[in-house]
């Protein structure tokens, strides 16, 4: 899955290289772009809107004159600008400590943290940000061990098992990443070329930002300014209104570092920034309470779509009323450590977290028993961890994705505090199901909303994008939304309920993730077999008896 490469990105780059060839091949025409979506689609009723989403205004209607508690939330993700003033109101706040102040009031290991932790950050305020995968970090830190070795003695056989998973995962990304950096970089100088000329065509200056209204305005009879023109606008369709030249060519930029670290990975960044030894748990304190760098768009909308500000006028409403947030950054663009994780985890609890959203994933897990007791310890504590699925369009029933809760020592292998949530489109059609979205009929909880989705952003911006990294907040925003005002309901009632709410669509035929011809039963996609329903949620909720402690 690997979100904070903003896995969202790899519906748009593939976009971007069909939208080149067409332009190299043709003049562009006059095209009747495709409807846009309202900016709130995922939360209507497809009986009364028309749009699939979670049912939310008829879920708020029938809590109508119940009084709701505050739920604390976490989100362990890439960050979040702290400014955006759709969430600014709605952070957690440490009442134990004193902001500032360079100690740690509250002796819990973390200085200064008020609004939440920063595992990724070091000294200086610096922050190991842009990662590799782990697999490239697990295939360079083996390698010296195993490499070369024709067979395994029996003392090295699960040693060197792990290593040849390793190496096979290590070269099948090395392949694709290096196709698509060469692939990618040309894309990047078409779009900043057809950029500038478009750029001068409105003019604009060098820095300036263009919108596909901005497009719409633009007549011109030079050719090259015609093609360039339509590649922006093909893309603009992809990506919406809201997006802009600035804002596609940052994302690209960023996925053109992700991949690159890949091929040339940093790996010495992590002990240079942060300097900890992210193979050792031995307790000792690391990171820092910044939580705002450059990549932080994707945990601001994570935390929008749970929570953002209701009835201010700006932005989005988020689909809880009534949170308070606990940010935690400990995704970079690249893959998570299993270290940050199980600590970020226990972060959130220990500060009374009592739903944690975990929008990000990857393809190996080497300290996997680490995450596993972070997850036995949330379950201890009633707390309900929602986890995007991933978005490689795989089964994960026979390919998993990490983390998961298939736990090492045997002890569980569907934990009742864990849902996994894939993502849905607008429409009841053969699209229902994101062709990125991973699925499975034992893993895969839900689908909720997740295609083409929109949210605030950082630095005041708003962002539209795909991706099971936004079905998930949607869900944790719903499971924030029932303990609301259903304070007693337990973390495994939680999932239950959402669970059932989402009621299976049996014979609705949709293309199978991945696949543009072969259809599949919709219900066979997730344990529940439909779409997450907030409406239907409060309804099952009122009738349940709490059993939380």
């Known amino acids: 899955m690997n979100i904070p490469v903003k ?10 290289l069909l939208n080149y060839t067409v332009v190299q091949a043709q003049t562009p025409t006059t095209t009747t772009p495709p409807a846009e979506l309202p900016r709130n689609w995922h939360t209507l009723d497809l009986k009364a809107d028309g749009y699939f989403g979670i049912s939310l205004n008829k879920a708020y209607q029938a809590l109508q004159g119940k009084k709701s508690k505050t739920v604390v939330v976490a989100t362990i993700d890439s960050g979040i600008d702290t400014l955006q003033k759709d969430l600014q109101s709605i952070l957690w706040v440490n009442p134990k400590e004193i902001a500032g102040n360079g100690k740690d009031d509250d002796h ?20 190991d940000f842009n990662e590799t995968t782990e697999e490239v970090r697990e295939y360079n830190r083996l390698k010296g061990q195993y490499e070369g070795i024709p067979a395994a003695t029996a003392r090295q056989k699960k040693g060197y098992a792990y290593w040849q998973r390793v190496k096979a995962v290590h070269d099948s990304t090395l392949n694709k990443s290096s196709a698509e950096l060469k692939q990618l970089s040309g894309v990047m100088n078409v779009l900043m070329v057809t950029s500038g000329y478009i750029k001068n065509a409105l003019h604009l200056p060098a820095n300036g930002s263009f919108t596909a209204a901005d497009l719409s305005k633009l007549t011109s009879a030079n050719d090259t300014v015609t093609q360039s023109k339509g590649v922006w606008s093909m893309l603009f369709q992809e990506e919406g209104s809201t997006s802009t030249n600035v804002k596609v060519l940052n ?5 053109l570092t992700k991949i690159n670290n890949d091929v040339n990975p940093d790996l010495e960044a992590r002990h240079r920034i942060v300097g900890d030894d992210p193979n050792v748990q031995d307790g000792k304190p690391y990171g820092s309470p910044l939580l705002k760098f450059e990549d932080a768009s994707h945990g601001t909308g994570v935390a929008g779509l749970i929570g953002a500000v209701h009835g201010n006028g ?44 975990m929008s990000f994933g990857k393809k190996i ?9 972070a997850f036995k310890y949330a379950a201890a504590h009633d707390v309900l ?15 998993p994705e990490y983390p998961n809760d298939m736990f090492e020592d045997g002890s569980a292998k569907d934990a009742p505090n864990v849902i996994s949530v894939g993502a849905s489109a607008a429409k009841l059609d053969d699209s229902l199901a994101g062709s990125f979205s991973n699925y499975g009929k034992k893993n895969v909880d839900v689908f909720a909303p997740g295609v083409k989705v929109t949210s605030v952003d950082k630095d005041a911006e708003f962002n539209t994008a795909d991706g099971t990294s936004f079905a998930s907040p949607i869900t944790a925003g719903v499971a924030a939304l029932l303990l609301e005002y259903y304070p007693d309901l337990s973390a495994r009632q939680l999932k239950q309920i959402l669970i059932q709410s989402a009621k299976p669509l049996t014979g609705t035929m ?33 009738t349940m008896k709490g059993e939380r402690k």
Request: charge should be negative; proline fraction near 3%.
């Open 7 to 16: 896995y969202w990105l790899g519906c748009m780059v593939s976009g971007l």
């Open 510 to 542: 949709v293309l199978k993730p991945g696949s543009k011809t072969e259809k599949v039963d919709f219900s066979t996609l997730s344990k529940s077999g439909g779409i997450v329903n907030a409406y239907e949620a409060v309804q099952i909720a009122a």
């Open 365 to 373: 897990s080497p300290h996997k028993a680490w995450v596993d007791a």
């Open 251 to 255: 994302d690209l930029s960023e996925y």
């Open 108 to 127: 819990n290991g973390y200085v200064d943290d008020i609004h939440g932790w920063n595992f990724l950050g070091g000294p200086g305020g610096k922050c």
């Open 385 to 399: 961890l929602v986890q995007a699925a991933g978005n490689d369009n795989q089964d994960v029933d026979l390919k």
């Open 314 to 357: 700006y932005g989005i409403d988020g689909v809880a009323d009534n949170i308070r947030l606990i940010a935690i950054k400990a995704v970079p663009n690249g893959d998570e450590y299993d270290k940050d994780i199980a600590n970020a985890i226990r972060y959130a609890v220990d500060n009374g977290a009592k739903v944690v959203n």
